[in-house]
């Protein structure tokens, strides 16, 4: 196996796992809620506009994982780039504007850790296909 092909690997296991982790978070959500006093009233109302934009974006990285061994891998890649990156500052930006980052550490943490992820994820998929497939973009 060349490097390519390894880097290639990790890429799509990172894909797959994202969006398994996307679709476990909205069961965890819908089974156990998140409605907790430590939490603003509005929170879960603002939590609840996300399901449909997270099932876009889960659909786009099961695409590109389905289609990893063609060119559509590119195109469903690029797709969810921008889609991780936009719900990543939209949800960092709720949470930076409304104080949610320092209502528990645990909370806190996963918190920026799910919107750091996002974020820099999104964009280091953009950069990998710029690098990796520069005659494509």
Not at 103 to 121: E, K, R, S, T
Request: glycine letters at 8%.
């Amino acid at each position: 196996m060349n490097q390519k092909s390894m880097k290639n690997g990790t890429i799509y296991s990172l894909q797959l796992g994202t969006a398994i982790g996307i679709i476990l978070f909205w069961i965890s959500f819908f089974v156990f809620g998140f409605d907790h006093t430590i939490y603003p009233s509005y929170y879960t109302k603002f939590e609840h506009s996300f399901p449909i934009p997270d099932a876009f974006l889960c659909s786009m990285l099961f695409m590109a994982f389905y289609k990893r061994k063609t060119n559509y891998w590119l195109f469903y890649t690029l797709i969810a780039s921008g889609a991780m990156i936009f719900l990543g500052l939209c949800d960092a930006s709720f949470n930076i504007l409304n104080g949610i980052y320092f209502v528990g550490i645990v909370d806190g943490f996963l918190n920026v850790f799910i919107n750091i992820w996002c974020i820099l994820f999104g964009i280091f998929q953009i950069r990998y296909c710029h690098l990796n497939y520069p005659k494509n973009l």
